[in-house]
């Protein structure tokens, strides 16, 4: 929560803002997003009169399983935060509804973890890579190709559509056969 106070009665008037937002993790989709520490803010707040400008970036340093071969990595996720929040209009003081249609703004208040949160899951990737050509896991195997080679056909390879199964591993298959 940010308190708006000092900008809310002059328009013109500018905030800045830096905090850190302790968030834990981020779910977008199938993926989880571990912070590995809380989540840069700088945000630069305008009073314009009618409403807040809120203008920014928040920065997450992440931790997530790559999608390919499930090996954990780093990440760093910027968001950009733009937005534009009307506060009560000063002609509609007698109105029912008492000014109270603001997501964010609570009073004098500014929540700012929906914005946040916001502009970090539209940048994160729904398919996570460790790196851009990683090879990912054997379909057949599960053998990491990035570290090793296996026997299996290499059509199974990373250019495989299946390749974002590869969680679903069944038990290596014993070679019972042809052992003689
Ligand atoms: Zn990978
Ligand atoms: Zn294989």
Excluded: W
């Amino acid at each position: 929560m940010i308190d708006l106070t000092p900008i809310l009665d002059r328009a013109g008037e500018s905030l800045i803002v830096e905090d850190r937002l302790d968030m834990g993790e981020i779910a977008v989709g199938d993926v989880t997003f571990t912070l590995r520490e809380p989540v840069s803010v700088e945000l630069l707040i305008t009073n314009t009169g009618d409403g807040v400008l809120v203008e920014g970036t928040a920065a997450a340093q992440v931790r997530v399983p790559c999608s390919r071969c499930a090996e954990s990595f780093d990440h760093t996720i910027t968001g950009e935060i733009s937005t534009y929040l009307l506060t009560r209009s000063r002609d509609s003081e007698d109105s029912a509804n008492d000014g109270d249609d603001l997501e964010c703004l609570e009073g004098h208040n500014l929540d700012v973890l929906p914005l946040v949160l916001a502009a970090i899951v539209i940048e994160a990737p729904f398919a996570p890579l460790c790196r851009p050509d990683c090879m990912g896991l054997c379909p057949e195997c599960g053998t990491d190709l990035n570290v090793d080679s296996c026997e299996c056909e290499s059509s199974y390879t990373k250019e495989s559509p299946f390749s974002s199964l590869q969680g679903m591993f069944t038990e290596n298959e014993v070679e019972a056969d042809g052992n003689d």
